[in-house]
Nanobody, 121 residues
């Protein structure tokens, strides 16, 4: 499966952005999708993931209540709605696919290119 992340940009603290992860290739609805992020000088970290049918979602403590992950299998797309953004949310955001909803990036085998999110204070 090929993944394409988009929707990043510059936003003021407290603002919102919606990231999209569009898939092509294999049957998208077979895959769980995760969002990860990596800030300069920091390790890549888990943000959120969603099961193949959208019935299960998981969030990092740092984003729970502010971010919402969803998917539209008819459009082969997963979304990450980010609200109440903080400067510490600034990072390159990546989407990735796996067979199950894992919190570890080690179990995601297909990755999209990143999309940059910048949050100004």
């Amino acid at each position: 499966v090929q993944l394409q992340a988009s929707g990043g940009g510059l936003v003021q603290a407290g603002g919102s952005l919606r990231l999209s992860c569009a898939a092509s290739g294999r049957t998208f609805s077979n895959y769980a999708i995760g969002w990860f992020r990596q800030a300069p000088g920091k390790e890549r970290e888990f943000v959120a993931c969603i099961s193949s049918n959208g019935g299960d979602t998981y969030y990092a403590d740092s984003v729970r209540g502010r971010f919402t992950i969803s998917r539209d299998n008819a459009k082969n797309t997963v979304y990450l709605q980010m609200s109440s953004l903080k400067p510490e949310d600034a990072a390159v955001y990546y989407c990735a696919a796996s067979g199950e909803t894992y919190l570890s990036s080690n179990y995601y085998y297909w990755w999209g290119q990143g999309t940059q999110v910048t949050v100004s204070s």
